[in-house]
C-alpha cells in the first residue's frame, strides 16, 4: 500500500507560479513511478509531468517550458513547480505513482483555479 497527499494548491492569478508537493508514504519501494494529472468537469483526465525512478521526465505539451517535475528521495516527495500559469491551468491537480505489479495509487486531489 501507498499513500499520496497532495499539497499547495490554491488560486493563483495567470502568470504566477505554485508549487504543488506530494509526499508518499507506506511501500515506497513498489513506486516505479510519479506523476501530476489533471482535470477539468466534464473531462478526462490527462497527464501533466511524470518522473520515473530513473529521474526521467516527461511532459504534456501543454506545458512544456512552464512546468517542471522534481523529486527529493529522501522526503519521499514530488513537487510540480508551475510557471506562468494561464486560466486554462485551472484543474483539480492529482498526484499518481504507478507501482510494481500494474497497480497505481492516487492522491485526493488538490484544487489550482487561475484567474484571468
Known amino acids: 500500500q501507498v499513500q499520496l497527499v497532495e499539497s499547495g494548491g490554491g488560486l493563483v492569478q495567470a502568470g504566477g507560479s505554485l508549487r504543488l508537493s506530494c509526499a508518499a508514504s507506506?511501500?515506497?519501494?513498489?513506486?516505479?513511478?510519479m506523476g501530476w494529472y489533471r482535470q477539468t468537469p466534464g473531462k478526462q483526465r490527462d497527464m501533466v509531468a511524470v518522473?520515473?525512478?530513473?529521474?526521467?521526465?516527461n511532459y504534456a505539451d501543454s506545458v512544456k517550458g512552464r512546468f517542471t517535475i522534481s523529486r527529493d528521495d529522501a522526503k519521499n516527495t514530488v513537487y510540480l513547480e508551475m510557471n506562468s500559469l494561464k486560466p486554462d491551468d485551472t484543474a483539480i491537480y492529482s498526484c499518481?505513482?504507478?507501482?510494481?505489479?500494474?497497480?497505481?495509487?492516487w492522491g485526493q486531489g488538490t484544487q489550482v483555479p487561475v484567474s484571468s
Open positions: 499518481n505513482a504507478q507501482l510494481s505489479w500494474a497497480r497505481a495509487a
Open positions: 518522473i520515473s525512478s530513473r529521474g526521467s521526465r
Open positions: 507506506g511501500n515506497i519501494l513498489s513506486i516505479n513511478s
